[in-house]
């Protein structure tokens, strides 16, 4: 389930990419107006430009700008970011959230389904001890990467 639904996910990030780059010209030059307004959104270009991969890897397991994730796609389409950069480091982190997220529904299945069983919630053998340090463990990766993240986004914006 994970890996259908990172690369559908990359799927669509690539044609918001394509509609941004190739699709509609009046639109890529506005954004690039529009990146080129914010010292952020500036260095956040440069950073694309110059370590393409990595800042669109980097970026999906944590964005820093206050705009919806999906707009980042349209933003990387107006840059000079080559596509097969970006559909890699696109797919690569959808997985985390994906995972997780596939992860999560099959321990609530679990639950469920013993419950209605005449199961007890605490019974159901979905979250063991591993499992519960593997997802304290997801958090605190999580956390690291974003705190890497946003001191590597202050040090574009100097």
């Given amino acids: ?16 990419f394509g509609i941004s780059r190739y699709g509609r010209p009046r639109l890529r030059e506005k954004i690039l107006t529009l990146v080129r307004r914010d010292p952020k ?8 430009v110059d370590r393409g991969f990595a800042t669109v890897l980097v970026l999906r397991l944590a964005p820093l700008l206050p705009i919806p994730i999906g707009g980042y ?5 107006a840059t000079d970011l080559a596509l097969a950069q970006f559909v890699p480091a696109m797919f690569l982190g959808s997985l985390k959230p994906y995972a997780f ?16 069983n005449g199961g007890s919630a605490d019974a159901a053998g979905g979250l063991s001890d591993p499992a519960l340090i593997g997802i ?19 040090i574009f914006v100097r």
């Fill in 73 to 77: 796609n349209y933003l990387y389409g």
């Fill in 41 to 48: 959104t500036r260095a956040l270009e440069r950073a694309v």
């Fill in 136 to 154: 304290f463990a997801a958090f605190l990766a999580v956390g690291a990467v974003r705190g890497a993240a946003r001191r590597v986004g202050e």
């Fill in 1 to 16: 389930g994970a890996l259908a639904a990172a690369g559908c996910a990359t799927f669509g990030s690539a044609v918001a």
């Fill in 101 to 116: 997220d596939a992860y999560l529904g099959v321990v609530g299945k679990q639950v469920v389904d013993d419950v209605a």
